[in-house]
């Protein structure tokens, strides 16, 4: 692990010691202070005022108990999260996940994320995130409805347009959020659409929301191989995951000239080199909420592989969109001796520690999710812009404003740096240039 700087270290000793078991916390801690090195030795004036304690420690923390009815009349009952970590840039903001391994540490250290990344956009947005331990897989649409129900039932409290606005993230899409939505709307008498986003076209949503994690994902792809005179025409490409960001992924990247040769789910991955059939993902896994097993039995030639690991495909870009440390050293070696170049994350923190300093030592080119998945946020940040007008924008305008922003949070990126002595690192930059737009903010709040 690289040291870290003198008045850094303590620091990363005392946030160890005070949440304790919280691995995936720790390990984007780390990431991100093991990047200040630099700039507490610039700027001592944010060690002084104590801007990285105090952005350490989550601004609230709130859990609570989700019970509800399944559809056998059993009561069943959850966990619920929400991490409002820092609001120095603007109300709290940040998704739900809803996944059985969802735990206190899994929301800080996406919400801890969500700080840097929020900044990232440029956008007033300050950084969340919350879920549940809830398996939505196998649940039918009345027993998701119940539970979102129960969940809102307390989480409307804590939520408002300048106070806390969630949106979606792993489980939860377009039928939880709308079932959110409503109870919410039901329980405040108040059709306050900027509170969430994600929402659906016809009650307040926005344009190009569904798709832009994956299409942010890709514009900045594309910027980073128009960095070295290069395009995704052409390119082979490997994306992991088959739900929102990795869909959204693959249409662009088709769109644009690249063939994506794989895609997968927790079950394993498929192969095709004609290049995935989007329109057969998009059935499988938003049409019967199926597997991507089911993938090969209506496309001759692709074949399904249970075990193993889908970054053994060889690819030119390898686009990690399913989950936390899904590409780990050994996978980031199989890419590299396949000769991969670009590597982008669409998920958050999908690759581990050692994958990245692997892809470093062998000069590809990285970009960490807090800058290549920014924008799923950035245009939720759009959503509630046109709510707050009372407006509604049209899709090109929005994909455009969308395209924008990407390239400025890889312009800042590869600034930021330049500027602090790691030129093309976009690790670097992306930490940095987070970090110090929240940390002047709360320089100019003091002690609050
Ligand atoms: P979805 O629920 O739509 O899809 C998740 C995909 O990842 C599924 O294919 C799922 O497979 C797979 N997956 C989930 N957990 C695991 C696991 N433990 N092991 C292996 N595969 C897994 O979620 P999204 O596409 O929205 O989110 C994907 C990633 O992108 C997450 O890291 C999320 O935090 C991040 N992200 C999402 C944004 C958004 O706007 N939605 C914005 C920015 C980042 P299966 O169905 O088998 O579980
Ligand atoms: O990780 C993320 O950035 C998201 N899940 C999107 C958050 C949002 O508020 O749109």
Same mark, same amino acid.
């Given at each position: 692990m690289p040291e870290l700087h003198d008045s850094l270290s303590p620091l990363f000793d005392e946030l160890l010691a005070r949440n304790p078991g919280e691995r995936e916390f720790h390990q984007a801690a780390r990431e991100v202070l093991e990047s200040l090195g630099p700039v507490v030795a610039m700027h001592p004036e944010y060690a002084d005022a104590e801007v990285l304690r105090m952005l350490c420690e989550p601004e609230r923390q709130i859990i609570f108990r989700i019970p509800w009815v399944d559809d056998r009349g059993r009561v069943q009952v959850n966990r619920g999260f929400r991490v409002e970590f820092n609001s120095a840039l603007g109300p709290y903001k940040g998704g739900l996940r809803f996944h059985p391994s969802v735990n206190l540490g899994i929301v800080k250290f996406l919400g801890f994320e969500q700080i840097f990344k929020n900044a990232l956009t440029g956008l007033p947005i300050g950084g969340a995130k919350g879920g549940s331990d809830? $398996? *939505?897989? !196998?649940?039918?649409d009345a027993e998701v409805m119940r539970f979102c129900q129960s969940l809102m039932t307390e989480l409307y409290r804590h939520m +408002?347009?300048?106070?806390d606005v969630p949106a979606g993230d792993i489980g939860v899409g377009g039928r939880e959020l709308g079932y959110l939505f409503g109870q919410y709307k039901r329980i405040t008498n108040?059709?306050?659409? +900027?509170?969430?986003?994600?929402?659906g076209l016809s009650w307040g949503g926005s344009q190009v929301r569904t798709e832009a994690t994956g299409y942010g994902l890709v514009f900045f792809v594309q910027e980073m191989l128009a960095a070295q005179g =290069?395009?995704? $025409?052409g390119m082979r490409v490997v994306v992991s995951g088959s739900g929102n960001v990795a869909i959204h992924a693959i249409e662009k990247i088709t769109q644009l =000239?690249?063939?994506?040769v794989a895609c997968s789910d927790s079950g394993g991955y498929v192969v095709d080199d004609q290049g995935i059939d989007l329109d057969l993902v998009k059935e499988i896994? /938003? +049409?019967?909420?199926?597997?991507?097993?089911?993938y090969p039995e209506a496309r001759p030639g692709s074949r399904y592989i249970a075990? +193993?690991?889908?970054?053994d495909v060889a690819c030119d870009v390898a686009l990690?969109? #399913?989950?936390? /440390?899904?590409? $780990?050293e050994a996978s980031a070696g199989a890419l590299i001796r396949n000769g991969c170049t670009v590597v982008a994350e !669409? #998920? /958050?923190? *999908?690759?581990?520690p050692g994958a990245i300093r692997l892809f470093a030592e062998h000069g590809l080119r990285f970009a960490p999710g807090k800058a290549a998945n920014a924008g799923g946020v950035a245009t939720s940040a759009l959503e509630m812009q046109q709510n707050a007008s009372r407006d509604a924008w049209p899709f090109d305008y929005t994909e455009a404003r969308l395209a924008g922003i990407m390239r400025g949070v890889h312009e800042r990126c590869l600034t930021t740096a330049e500027t602090y002595g790691s030129p093309g690192s976009y690790v670097a930059g992306a930490n940095i240039a987070g970090f110090t737009r929240v940390a002047d903010a709360m320089l100019a709040f003091g002690v609050v």
């Open positions: 809830f $398996d *939505p897989k !196998g649940r039918s +408002g347009e300048y106070t108040r059709y306050e659409s +900027g509170t969430l986003t994600g929402k =290069g395009s995704l $025409d =000239g690249g063939t994506v896994k /938003n +049409g019967r909420r199926g597997r991507i097993s089911e075990d +193993g690991s889908i970054w990690p969109c #399913a989950t936390q /440390n899904e590409l $780990d !669409g #998920a /958050n923190m *999908p690759c581990t």
